[in-house]
């Protein structure tokens, strides 16, 4: 909602202003869709051309992303400090029991009762290798704290390929305008015999190209791109959670305070309370 309040303010003020100041704007809607086709049609195809599709295929995910917030809302850190609770607490008591579980968290019942979670494979690599490698009595804390972060930062590093890309190309925008304001500029001089009136509509539907390649790169995509960036590292705390859980295990620690250690590393907005967690699981006891 965000996006598209300030992509609205931002044409209205720009535009606007431009109106109010006395500018008129036949000359920018005239040359407004061949300066698009041209600025457009070679960021879109240098966006193309510098990047896999994987990187395009998030990108893409990205700019929805930019529209509907984080993915992970607040129940969800909830389910997941849960799912947690109850993995560690059969790890605790029979690590036997939870290889059925990390074997195949598709057909446990366990990870059944947290569907978005388990529909995310990175959140379940995570959990589930981690957990196999504690049973392997792979239980050096520092070994485990180090594989987790590598991994946690490989994780980020990929889902920011994206907002890269997009920032890339809203660092080659105003480029971009500068090649379609020349090309104006040369269509312009090749009709250098015209009038003064059709010279100066022509030189300002040139400089429309300048206009339109900054306006874009520093009031559309560039915005967008910081957005999609600080929603990726904001879900990126989720999977941090299942970091602090386990390494917190390792410490020999009740899984009471695994739990609560995870849950203060969870963002401020979407952190859920120390009552609401303790209900939860006073709820999943009784299901029990």
């Keep these: 909602m965000n996006a598209v309040i300030g992509l609205a303010v931002t044409i209205i003020m720009v ?22 086709m041209m600025i457009g049609g070679a960021a879109v195809g240098a966006f193309l051309a510098g990047n896999d599709m994987t990187t395009i295929k998030h990108s893409f995910g990205d700019v929805v992303a930019a529209f509907k917030g984080p993915k992970w809302k607040k129940s969800d850190y909830q389910d997941l400090l849960c799912l947690m609770h109850e993995l560690l607490n059969i790890l605790k008591k029979n690590p036997v029991d939870i290889e059925n579980h990390i074997e195949a968290p598709q057909d446990s019942e366990i990870f059944a009762r947290y569907p978005k979670i388990l529909k995310d494979e990175s959140a379940i690599e995570m959990i ?10 792979f239980d050096n804390v520092h070994q485990v704290e180090e594989l987790l972060e590598k991994q946690l930062d490989s994780l980020l590093e990929e889902k920011l390929h994206g907002s890269h890309a997009l920032q890339n190309m809203a660092d080659a925008l105003p480029a971009l305008g500068i090649v ?12 250098i015999d015209k009038p003064p009136e059709i010279l100066g509509g022509m030189i300002g539907g040139a400089l429309v190209g300048t206009f339109l390649g900054v306006f874009l790169a520093y009031g559309v995509v560039g915005p967008f791109a910081n957005r999609v960036k ?5 879900e990126h705390n989720f999977y941090s959670m299942i970091g602090e859980v386990l390494v917190s295990n390792l410490h020999k620690n009740p899984v009471n305070i ?8 969870a963002p401020t907005r979407v952190r859920p309370t120390f009552n609401e967690v303790e209900e939860a699981i006073r709820g999943l006891k009784q299901v029990a």
């Design 128 to 137: 589930c290798d981690t957990i196999r490698s504690m049973i392997m009595n």
């Design 15 to 36: 535009f606007g202003g431009y109106i109010l100041a006395g500018g008129h704007l036949e000359i920018i809607t005239h040359a407004l869709p061949f300066e698009l």
């Design 180 to 191: 379609a304001a020349v090309l104006g500029v040369i269509k312009t001089m090749s009709s």
């Design 230 to 234: 600080s929603i990726r590292i904001e």
């Design 258 to 265: 695994c739990v609560e250690v995870a849950r203060r590393h």
